[in-house]
């Protein structure tokens, strides 16, 4: 695509962008002066659709009216709420809907996930993460490698950039998991890297690591509702991924999780077991064998919290509404090759894009690192982040040295793309 450096570009291009009015159905944060900010931090929490509000607003006017009824009565009752979720998340992330299911938070589910899928042993017993994997994703596999009673410095293996380089490289990876595969039990991956928005070849990764024994399972926090992934026909084992990055089902909802179909059936797998795991037809009997339902839902523990659910039926209806993750992917191309070619040629010499600029391996999140200058300290991309934020964008900031910035193709126009640039020129003179 054929990108030019004008606002007047920016607007012809949201003309011509068929979900452009998208963005109202969702809440755009204000100015002081009562613009809309320029938003581009849905890689950390998404704004809020229109539907989530109406529809958790909905859910509490039953709880006022039936009580304990809403657990049956009209059409979203709570005793099967999470599965009206099904079909919006199995189309994110190319699944069966018996595949996913909503349920607890991300760090939880990593760790549910572990439980069934990293069964260490004697020669098999590592697991493969990215030595700057999110911290809880390090924490939750360190702990469970020191619950089996191994020694993470044994059994913790490490990928990293080589030095010198930002990103983790393919062949790096590949080679990896050639020579330790025998006795790593478990490989868990970013599908897009926090930090870096670099994409993981899941496809890729899952056949070497099955080829070799490993069991392959994803963190999709930052790839679900940003990425078009497969995950049925790429064999993953298991994946696990928050709601509310571009999945925009408000702070700390209910996260998602997926199961390969190959384990429904697996009698000998362990589960941390709960009744809404227990076999639907049965679950009121109130009797102690426990039955797994054969599907992702088996994993489930608690009945959910039908609040947040609710929020994330908004958002998925939003997003059928928009077209489906292939629609938003679509622009999304657009909206991040936009900010791309901006960033490329207006101010090529001041900052560096860590992110991939193939489209395989990045998305919607571009990560920026403001270049020094001789007369410069290390502190100057902090307070160029500072300086944006003071002229109304909101992006993040992340140790050591990133500013993340994602244009989200739900609700950023091309004008904010635009507007975002000029501004960070301007906090690069002025810092
Ligand atoms: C990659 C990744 N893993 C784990 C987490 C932690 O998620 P939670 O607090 O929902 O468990 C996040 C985001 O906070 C994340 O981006
Ligand atoms: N849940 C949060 C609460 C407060 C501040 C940040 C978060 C994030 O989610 C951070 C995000 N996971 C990240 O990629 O940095």
Redesign the pocket.
């Known amino acids: 695509m054929q990108f030019e450096n004008s606002l007047e570009f920016a607007e012809k291009m949201d003309q011509q962008d068929p979900l452009a009015a998208i963005r109202n159905d969702f809440a755009i944060p204000k100015m002081d002066n009562g613009d809309d900010e320029v938003y581009l931090c849905g890689?950390?929490?998404g704004l809020q659709p229109k539907l989530a509000a109406e529809y958790v607003q909905r859910e509490l006017a039953q709880w006022a009216s039936l009580g304990v009824k809403g657990h049956f009565s009209g059409d979203f009752p709570w005793m099967p709420y999470h599965e009206f979720l099904s079909e919006g998340f199995a189309d994110l992330v190319g699944a069966k809907t018996e595949e996913v299911v909503a349920m607890n938070t991300l760090t939880a589910n990593l760790h549910f996930m572990m439980v069934s899928f990293y069964r260490p042993t004697e020669t098999r017993h590592k697991i493969l993460i990215e030595e700057h994997a999110?911290p809880s994703d390090h924490y939750a596999v360190e702990s469970q490698i020191k619950f089996h009673g191994f020694d993470p410095k044994e059994s913790m293996l490490l990928i990293k950039p080589r030095a010198g380089e930002d990103l983790i490289r393919n062949e790096d990876l590949i080679e990896l998991i050639e020579k330790e595969g025998e006795s790593i039990a478990l490989i868990m991956l970013p599908g897009v890297q926090?930090y870096t928005g670099q994409v993981f070849d899941m496809q890729a990764i899952t056949q070497l690591g099955h080829a070799k024994g490993c069991k392959v399972g994803f963190d999709l926090?930052?790839a679900a509702g940003n990425i078009v992934m497969n995950l049925h026909d790429w064999q993953v084992d298991f994946a696990c991924w928050?709601t509310?990055?571009y999945l925009n089902s408000g702070?700390?909802s209910v996260a998602g999780c997926f199961v390969h179909e190959n384990h429904h059936k697996d009698e000998d797998l362990p589960r941390f077991a709960g009744w809404w795991g227990h076999d639907k037809s049965t679950r009121f009997k109130m009797e102690n064998t426990f039955k797994p339902i054969h599907s992702a839902e088996a994993w489930q523990l608690s009945n959910p919290p039908v609040l947040s659910l609710a929020a994330i039926r908004g958002s998925l209806d939003t997003i059928k509404k928009a077209g489906g993750i292939n629609a938003l992917r679509e622009k999304s191309l657009k909206l991040t090759g936009f900010m791309r070619h901006l960033l490329t040629t207006q101010i090529p010499e001041r900052i560096t894009i860590l992110t991939p600029s193939e489209e395989k391996y990045s998305g919607s999140q571009l990560s920026l690192t403001v270049r020094l200058n001789e007369k410069d300290d290390p502190e100057r991309g902090k307070r160029v982040f500072t300086a944006l934020e003071d002229a109304g964008v909101t992006g993040?900031w992340?140790y050591p040295n990133v500013i993340r910035v994602a244009p989200v193709p739900q609700y950023n126009s091309f004008k904010d793309v635009y507007r975002f640039v000029e501004i960070l020129k301007n906090a690069i003179d002025n810092h």
Do not use: I, M, T, V
């Open positions: 890689n950390s929490l999110f926090y926090a930052h928050c509310y990055k702070p700390g993040d992340r």
